[in-house]
């Protein structure tokens, strides 16, 4: 994330008093800031974990301890484009549709178990600027409905497909 990114989701949580951290993860780092997040977790009793803007593998140990309580929003419709800048893949295929995914992590680079998806249409008009809009919108509601439906206990997680419940 970018400085001015950071410091607005600093003034974001500060507005709603909640506790901010940033972990500055390197690839020399990465497992002792893992370990210090594990902490940081565990001493606020955290049950859920919401990546949005990560940008990082977590640890098949990190994953292990909130197995199907991680949950990630992925802006292409897997299994179409996983891993990094699908927008700009489909832009090259072609593609008439994007979509946006939530679902949990696993230890496979976005092959967790679904728990929502939302398609919007595009056109030969649209740049790549324009699904990355289009796109983050779609993301924001798939990503909140798959929370919440998280929250109120309606996912049902069976090997890697899930339930969901009305």
Known sequence: NSSAGVL???EL???ANIPF???EITNENKREQELKELELLDKHNIDLIVLARYNQILSPEFVSRYENRIINIHHSF???FPGK???HRAFEKGVKIIGATA???TEELDQGPIIEQGTTRISHRDHVS???RKGEDLEKSVFARAIQWHLERKVLVYENKTVVFD
């Open 103 to 105: 679902h949990y992590v």
């Open 85 to 87: 800048k699908p927008y």
């Open 21 to 23: 951290y940033k972990f």
């Open 8 to 10: 607005k989701q600093r």
């Open 78 to 80: 897997l299994p179409a």
């Open 130 to 132: 324009d699904l990355i």
């Open 13 to 15: 949580a500060e507005e």
